[in-house]
């Protein structure tokens, strides 16, 4: 009997230390947590009591402060690009705007010939093109980031889509003074996806190489393990590893004065397209040669359509 008392007498004095113990390591880990929340430091929490539970906690609190450092991060990151979105669409905006109401005033005001009245006209016209252009972008690329934006797969035979797409433009390579060397496979390779974001996509990359080639221009296109994919590449001057990290971002354009006639929501929208259909989109720059990258996974007879989001 004595044996047992005093068994119950050290079980419960080893219960009160451990209690206590306990008690002032979770006062340390509040006070740890305290000075995390008030940005006084950026350790995180640390466990000195060997407590398989205690340290599985910490281990949660830990990771939930990353999640709130990265969604601060990335709250910061949003407002950032939604200012420069913000003054960058008020320039493209403000800049067609103003050369129209001064060339409007010019027609009332001014004595004029026909011919100059027929010149004012013409540039009224192409500034009014160019801010329907860019408002018709602007409003395609928040349809498309939208939640109900809905895209339909479908069989697509890439080598064919492809053929027609470059054969429609023909002229503005010609227009540019280019020559694309163009290497399609010459047996068919076939996708699951929507035809017109595929094509979307394929317009707006083209149409940004027109704009900015400097040089000879490639376009390949082939079937890889898991995925069809298209590369563009082009010489280029005076673009830096900044610009490539930027290109995809809303209303980039390289040129620093925003004199060019682009939106810089071409490739916004193709980058936004190719996520919808679970594609990527990326830009490699390598000696003076920047290469488009698109990805779309194959489509392997047996297997379910895909879905996308």
Known sequence: ?????????????????????????????????RRHNQRTTGKKLEVTLFD?????????????SDLIVEAEANRR????ELRQAIANISHDIRTPLTSIFGYIQLLEVEPITPEEK??????????????????????????????????KAERIVMTVLLSDTLVGFYDP????????DIRLPKEPVAIYADESAVRRVIENLLMNTIKHAAG??????GQRETTAELRITNETRDLSELDVRLLFDRFYTVDRT?????????????????NKMNGTLTAELQENKLTMVCRWPLWLQGEAYPHYR
């Open 173 to 180: 390579f010609n227009e540019a003074g280019l020559t694309p």
């Open 52 to 64: 398989k539970r205690l340290e599985a906690l910490a281990d949660q609190i830990n990771c939930q």
């Open 258 to 274: 925003r004199s060019a006639q682009g939106s810089g929501l071409g490739l916004s929208i193709a980058k936004s397209l190719m």
């Open 1 to 33: 009997m004595l044996i047992l008392t005093l068994i119950s007498v050290a079980a419960a004095a080893l219960l009160l230390a451990y209690s206590l113990v306990l008690r002032r390591e979770l006062g340390r880990m509040t006070a740890q947590l």
């Open 118 to 151: 027929h010149e004012y006209l013409y540039i009224v016209k192409n500034r009014t093109k160019r801010l329907q252009a860019l408002l018709n972008d602007f409003f395609e690329l928040s349809l498309i980031e939208s939640a109900d934006y809905q895209l």
């Open 216 to 221: 000879q221009v490639t376009i390949c296109f």
């Open 77 to 80: 990151r949003t407002e950032n």
